[in-house]
């Protein structure tokens, strides 16, 4: 072993350090398979609120949603106020439900 | 008749002198202030405002009642005075107030274990009410939010794996302490209690028991509360009120929990709410932990976390500046609603400078 690693430092090296990848996203697998519904489903909620319960304009709403990841896809619809929002691959959808519940965002 | 004149005019300023000051549907309001004070507090508060870098003290909305009257507001943004606005964490004493009535109607005590209301906490048998109120679950939870998206368990618990029942969420997490050992500020451990509250006050009430438990005896027409897919209020961070209606929260805890002639909250209560956690360690967080509100207290030997304020300050604070101060001593309430997106802002900055403005002016 310490013959392999003494004629191949930089491959092996290189091959710990994927070995330790490895082991990490194992160990974190849940939350990195969730991480990249973060962004559609902050921006889908967080809007909704912003413009159907404290009944800020649209414009204001985007900016106030706006984080450094990028949405893809967005929609607004007004009559039903269900809001759509794509963004690394993922969407999810925010509905408001009424006066006292606000909304919800969609399982 | 000069003297009985005179006997008139003090028996009529002794009566203003002691009348105490409710809201009706609206506050009444006080003399308005002026003077240098309070450009010195308009100018720390409101400085000109950039929505595209969204750096530095960007305050919505900074109102203050003093002796149950409005005395002072302005309102920046796009909020106005009819704006429902996002509390964030605000929520979480909010439910403590809520809490409180159901433990004046004699439906739980502090020393219940949780699990007996909500049964997915029975692999933490021992976890008391009082221990939740104190975020001393012992529950493995992170609170961080946006700068550690991938481990933060609040992230998870609003937007993804969580979201649609966020108490079963917290209760699947596992231990780190023992139960009311130690202080870890956690949104869950609120959101427990918000599914406590379901089976305490029976599912039928729940779904109304906010309005009817707290803000319709205080007069709060316009509240909003969002829930998880359960049913359950979303107890940290999604409670939504004008900021003329969250103060009334706030006279109603300056005032040991009476509204009126009703004592709306036992004064017992709210003591909990204003003692101290003793397990708390200085510096652990920005200010000292209560029974889910926050103290300006002395602590584990580090000094007041307000300097500037009385020792018998408390407030309930949330995410991007929202805030709301209570200072029994000055008979001062100060809400304030912001989109801070950075740390620039300071409590005791705000406290110290409203107290400039607004402390004491009316003591004979």
């Known amino acids: 072993m310490s013959n392999v690693i003494g004629r191949r430092p930089i491959r092996s090296l290189l091959l710990i350090l994927l070995l330790a990848l490895l082991g990490w996203i194992w160990h974190e697998r849940v939350a990195l398979w969730a991480f990249p519904d973060i962004i559609s489903a902050y921006t889908a909620k967080e809007y909704c609120s912003c413009r ?3 009944n800020n304009d649209a414009q204001y709403c985007r900016g106030y949603v706006k984080q450094w990841l990028p949405v893809s896809g967005f929609t607004d619809d007004a ?3 269900r809001i759509t929002v794509s963004g690394m691959g993922r969407s999810h959808s925010a509905v408001w439900m009424g006066e006292h519940q606000g909304c919800r965002l969609s399982p | 008749m000069f003297k009985g004149l005179s006997l008139l005019i003090i028996l009529l300023l002794s009566a203003t002198a002691h009348a105490e000051h409710w809201p009706a549907e609206q506050w009444s309001t006080g003399a308005a202030i002026t003077g240098p ?24 909305a900074l109102l203050v009642i003093r002796d149950g009257q409005l005395i002072y507001e302005r309102y920046a943004g796009p909020t106005t005075a009819d704006t429902p606005h996002l509390t964030w964490s605000i929520s979480k004493s909010l439910m403590a107030a809520v809490l409180g009535v159901a433990y004046g109607e004699g439906r739980f005590k502090l ?25 001393a679950s012992g529950i493995d939870w992170q609170e961080d939010y946006e700068y550690a998206p991938l481990k933060s368990s609040v992230v998870a618990m609003l937007y993804t794996r969580g979201h649609t029942d966020m108490a079963a969420f917290t209760a699947d997490h596992g231990s780190y302490a023992a139960p009311g050992e130690a202080f870890r500020y956690s949104s869950g451990d609120s959101n427990l209690l ?12 729940y779904a109304d028991y906010p309005w009817t438990a707290l803000f319709e005896p205080l007069g709060i027409d316009h509240a909003v509360w969002e829930t998880d897919d359960t049913g359950t209020f979303v107890a940290s961070s999604y409670a939504y009120l004008t900021a003329r209606d969250l103060a009334r929260v706030g ?21 909990f709410n204003r003692e101290p956690f003793v397990h708390y360690r200085a510096d652990q967080d920005d200010a000292v932990p209560g029974g889910h509100w926050w103290l300006n207290r002395q602590a584990d030997g580090a000094a007041q976390p307000w300097p ?27 809400v304030r609603y912001a989109d801070d997106r950075d740390g620039t802002y ?11 403005a607004f402390a004491g002016q009316v003591q004979p």
Do not use: C
């Open chain 2, 251 to 271: 006279l109603l805890m300056a005032r040991d929990g009476r509204w009126g002639e009703r004592q709306l909250l036992p004064k017992d209560w709210v003591a």
């Open chain 1, 52 to 54: 159907y319960v404290m």
């Open chain 2, 37 to 60: 004070a309070l450009q010195a507090l308009e100018t720390y508060a409101f400085p000109a405002r950039d929505d595209s870098t969204r750096k530095g003290i960007r305050t919505d």
């Open chain 2, 346 to 356: 300071r409590h005791n900055e705000l406290l110290k400078l409203a107290r400039k």
């Open chain 2, 194 to 205: 918000s599914a406590a509250l379901k089976t305490i006050v029976g599912p039928e009430r």
């Open chain 2, 308 to 334: 500037d304020a009385p020792a018998d300050t408390f407030a309930a604070l949330g995410h991007w500046g929202q805030a709301m101060y209570v200072i029994p001593s000055e008979h001062l309430v100060i």
């Open chain 2, 111 to 135: 020393q219940d274990p949780v699990a007996g209301f909500y049964p997915p906490l029975k692999k933490h048998p021992n976890l008391t009410m009082a221990d939740l109120l104190h975020w």
């Open chain 1, 79 to 81: 009559v039903a106020k």
